[in-house]
Structures are given as structure tokens and as C-alpha cells.
């Protein structure tokens, strides 16, 4: 177990711990007040680990092997006891597992279990990270007075509505999970997952869609039909937004993201109601995915976490810290957005062009979309190994991607903030989408992705402005590099490929080949919207 523990250390790059020799109850049965119990394992150090701060973990992902290993061990072998606990429905927890729905009653039912334990100190931090992440919130107003803060890491309060939206259907990140939790409990998981990682990409090609669960698993997944057909706003996702608590959170809160995160246009969200109220919060944005961090997490627990549990305040920083991508640095700011990044636009020109001057007479650009063949989803926000900034030279030579670029720069363009764009688009066809991506071209010529978003249309035979909110970022476009910016109607299958048809994603059958047009003219000023502060 020691090794483990060095292992740990050096992974994640933490310093040694205080103690090494941990206790471990396993299976600890936790009633909730319907008669269901759930199991949690608590770690602590076999010596004066009652008398320490509870971490509540609760995951329905399991509580052995990596898992607990990875997030109780680091935290119970430097200032914590650690209780970790099966979600209803998982890994020996009572009751049937249904995503995000009983996390709010389950959860206040916990800590009300854990201030009675005879092994509780007087303290309870809040802990993890996604899924882990975002129980805390669905909880987080009415928290009794032992819980002395939250870290939610890579998550939102609202977690999966977002890939729902009727205007883009975010495909690839709902399907994995549903595919994931339905096997993880089965011998060999991480095998099992990277096998099942193939059949996801081979299943999403399949029509029509309400099929690709039995294609993937070889059976029927409630969670993926749903997914499939009914939209954010259905009854059916009814009591699993928790926005409206974000505001009446009490304790404080240290938010950590990824630019690359699939929840990370939400997490920004959650810190401004936070800081609206009036309410104790930072956050931290690194240049990662989902699956890709760094030890962020347990140095704010260890930091920020334990200074509250003890009643001390953490070392003093700016509320907002951001890796500035192309900058390569670590910047602080005293809030989200930050002041002093002005919005420029940056109009599509003829010719594949890109500048601040509004574009002149001139005709639009076409290209064909073929859902048969669509353009694929290449890096960006994605739970795959392809994904974060990736070079897009493959991927802007096809014939369905238009790109527009701006002359060399004479000196550093910076854009921190919210990124959003407007194209003026027209379609063969009724529905359409249009997805529009920004990227970084350095000397060389490598396109580097650095956001992006998608919106879907209807009535695009019609000439349409299409408002396409991007993933918010913190980029230096450095002197001698390049802006870019693609359109194109598509990203497969992080999206959902749009048939064309009208026929809802589920049961469509029928794939129509569109020919798409994107204006840049004065009449139609396409353009996309950058917060920019000239650097110094």
C-alpha cells in the first residue's frame, strides 16, 4: 500500500504526506429516509483520524481500486479523514441508479448521517469532481453549519442540459456515459472502456439513432433514449437543475475548469452568480479536458479546503486564475469576465480573409454538407483522446470547411472572455447547423483549434443570421501567428449530424446532402466577436 502511496505522491506531484498508515472501513451502511441504505468506505489515518475533517466524496462510479485510491488516499494521508460513497443504484448502494435524480435528497441525507457518527470531527468539506462535483451543488443550499466549503472541479449546476439544447445536440458526451455506467460495474472495467470506446464511435454512425445504445451495448439504455428524445427544457430533466441553489450557497467556494472542458461555459456561470451575490469564490481554469487536469483539485483541498475546515483563512489570491493559452502563463484577475478586454469584431472577408474592416461588395462562399459524410469532430471539448488543441491542417482542406484568416500580426492580440459569432447563413435545406471554430495559425502554417460552438437552424433556405456562442477561452494570438476562423456544418460525432430532413435525432432514417452559403457582404457582415486587449 505504501507503494501505492509514493506512486500518488509522484503522480500527481504532491508533497510527502503526513502519514502513510491508513485505515480503511469498508461497506459502512448510510440509511436514507426512504429505508434505501448506501454504502461508503471511510479512509482516515489509523492514528487521531477521528478528531480530523470529513472530505464527502459521493460517486457513482465506485469506491476501490483507482478510484479510491486516486481521490480518498491523497486526501486522508495529509489532514483529512475521507468518507467516500456509492450514488443510489451503484456498486452495492440500494436502490436503482437514476442519473442526477436523487442526488439532492440522498445527499443532505448524508450529511446529516455523518455530523452523528462518533467519528466525526466538527468539519465537512465538499469534494470532487464532474459527477462529484455536481451533487455538491445540487445540495448546496441548504448545507448545515459543519460544511465549511465546496471544491467542484470540471462540473456545473446544471451539469448535462447543455449538451441537450434543441439548438445542438451534443451527441458523443452523453452517449459515452450512458454506455460507461452501464458496463462499469462489469469485470475489467478499464479494458472494458477502452473497448467500448471503439463500439461508441462505430454506434453513432448507426440509423436511426434510438438504436446505437443496442449497436454499443447490445442492449437498451433508458438514459441514452431519453438523451435522444427529450430535449433540456423536458419534463423528463425536471429536478435535476440546480442554477437557482448557486446563489444561496453560504460557504466558500474554489471552482476549478479546463478550457477544454466539456462543462466549463456552465462552471464560469456558477462563479458569477456566486460573485453577483455577494458570496466567497474563485476559480481556476487550466488548459485542460475533462480527462485531463493536474493536481489542482487536491492542492485546493489541501490549501483553500483545510484552511476553512480549521477555521483559518487560505493564503490570499486573486479570485479568478487563468492559464492564458499561446501566452503559455498562469494570469490572475479580479473577475470573470475580466475588465478591460474590449469585444472586436473580426469580419469574414472575400477571398478567405479575416479583418477588423467591415467586408465590401462581394459574393458568398458555398459548400456542400453531406451527413453521409460528415465533417468530423477534430480535438477541442471532447471526452476521447482526441481532443484539446490538435492541428486542424486535415480538417481545413476539406471541401466542407471554410476558412478565413487574417494577415500576419505585428504584435500580440489577446482575447480573454466570452467568444460568440454571427454568420449570415443560407441552406438548400430548412435545417441546417453551423459550426463555427477559431484557431491559431503559427508560422509554420499549423492551425491550432482554440474554440468553438454550434448552432442549429430552421428555416435556413431563408437567409438567416445565425448566433454562434463558442466555448469561452484565454488565448495570446502572439506576433508573427495568425487569426483563423472555420465555418462549417458540423463535428462528428461530438454533434449530432444534422440530417437535413427535420425529423427528430432519434428516429430520423434519411440523410440529405445540403449546399450552404455564408455571406460577407454590408447587408451581411458575418463576423466573429472576440474580447480583446492588445498586449503590451
Known amino acids: 500500500m505504501n507503494l501505492m502511496s509514493h506512486l500518488i505522491q509522484r503522480g500527481l506531484k504532491l508533497d510527502p504526506p503526513t502519514t502513510r498508515d491508513l485505515v480503511v472501513q ?7 429516509p426512504d429505508g434505501v441504505e448506501l454504502l461508503a468506505d471511510r479512509w482516515a489515518p489509523r492514528s487521531g483520524g477521528d478528531s480530523l475533517p470529513t472530505a464527502l466524496l459521493r460517486s457513482p462510479y465506485g ?17 483529512y479523514q475521507v468518507l467516500m460513497q456509492s450514488v443510489r443504484g451503484t456498486f452495492g448502494s440500494g436502490g436503482s441508479f437514476d442519473p442526477f435524480k436523487n442526488e439532492r435528497e440522498d445527499g443532505l441525507a448524508t450529511l446529516e448521517w455523518i455530523v452523528k457518527q462518533p467519528w466525526f470531527g466538527d468539519s465537512i468539506v465538499l469534494v470532487g469532481p464532474s459527477y462529484l462535483g455536481y451533487v455538491q451543488w445540487a445540495m448546496a443550499d441548504r448545507l448545515p453549519p459543519e460544511v465549511k466549503a465546496m471544491i467542484p472541479q470540471i462540473t456545473e449546476s446544471a451539469l448535462t442540459l447543455e449538451f441537450l439544447r434543441e439548438d445542438g445536440l451534443s451527441l458523443e458526451t452523453p452517449f459515452g456515459w450512458g454506455t460507461m455506467v452501464a458496463g462499469q460495474e462489469r ?7 477502452f473497448l467500448q470506446g471503439r463500439k461508441d464511435q462505430r454506434a453513432l454512425s448507426t440509423l436511426p439513432l434510438n438504436r446505437a445504445d443496442v449497436a454499443a451495448i447490445g442492449q437498451r439504455s433508458e438514459y441514452i433514449q431519453d438523451v435522444l428524445a427529450h430535449t433540456a427544457d423536458a419534463e423528463r430533466w425536471a429536478g435535476i437543475d440546480h442554477r437557482h441553489r448557486v446563489a444561496e450557497v453560504t460557504v466558500p467556494v474554489s471552482s476549478i475548469g479546463g478550457w477544454y472542458d466539456i462543462f466549463l461555459p456552465g462552471q464560469l456561470r456558477d462563479f458569477q452568480t456566486l460573485r453577483d451575490a455577494g458570496r466567497s469564490a474563485r476559480i481556476t481554469v487550466g488548459p485542460w479536458t475533462h480527462l ?12 483553500f479546503g483545510l484552511a476553512h475546515a480549521r477555521g483559518e483563512q487560505p493564503p490570499d489570491r486573486a479570485p479568478v486564475r487563468l492559464y492564458v493559452m499561446g501566452e503559455e502563463a498562469w494570469r490572475d484577475f479580479d473577475s470573470w469576465p475580466p475588465r478591460g478586454y474590449e469585444p472586436r469584431r473580426f469580419h469574414l472577408q472575400p477571398g478567405g480573409a479575416l479583418a477588423e474592416q467591415p467586408p465590401g461588395e462581394s459574393a458568398p462562399d458555398t459548400y456542400r454538407y453531406d451527413p453521409a459524410d460528415p465533417t468530423p469532430a477534430v480535438g477541442g471539448v471532447r471526452m476521447v483522446a482526441d481532443s484539446s488543441r490538435v492541428d ?16 500576419t500580426l505585428d504584435q500580440d492580440v489577446e482575447v480573454i472572455g466570452e467568444v460568440s459569432a454571427e454568420i449570415f447563413f443560407r441552406s438548400s435545406l430548412p435545417c441546417a447547423d453551423v459550426f463555427v471554430r477559431l484557431c491559431d495559425v503559427d508560422p509554420g502554417g499549423r492551425s491550432q483549434n482554440v474554440c468553438d460552438g454550434l448552432v442549429s437552424l430552421t428555416g435556413a433556405v431563408e437567409t438567416t443570421r ?8 484565454a488565448h495570446r494570438f502572439k506576433r508573427g501567428h495568425r487569426i483563423r476562423v472555420q465555418v462549417s456544418s458540423g463535428a462528428f460525432p461530438r454533434y449530432a449530424r444534422n440530417p437535413g430532413t427535420g425529423e427528430p435525432h432519434a428516429t430520423a432514417t434519411t440523410l440529405l446532402a445540403a449546399d450552404q452559403t455564408v455571406h460577407h457582404d454590408p447587408e451581411h457582415p458575418s463576423a466573429i466577436v472576440l474580447p480583446v486587449r492588445q498586449a503590451p
Open 26 to 32: 469498508r461497506g459502512l451502511r448510510v440509511p436514507m
Open 63 to 79: 469506491r476501490s481500486g483507482l478510484i479510491g485510491d486516486g481521490m480518498a488516499r491523497p486526501l486522508a494521508e495529509r489532514g
Open 187 to 193: 469485470p475489467f472495467p478499464l479494458l472494458r472502456r
Open 292 to 303: 485531463k487536469g493536474d493536481n489542482t483539485a487536491i492542492r485546493e483541498a489541501l490549501g
Open 392 to 407: 486542424n491542417t486535415r480538417l481545413e482542406a476539406r471541401p466542407d470547411v471554410l476558412t478565413y484568416t487574417t494577415t
Open 466 to 473: 445565425a448566433a454562434v456562442t463558442l466555448w469561452p477561452t
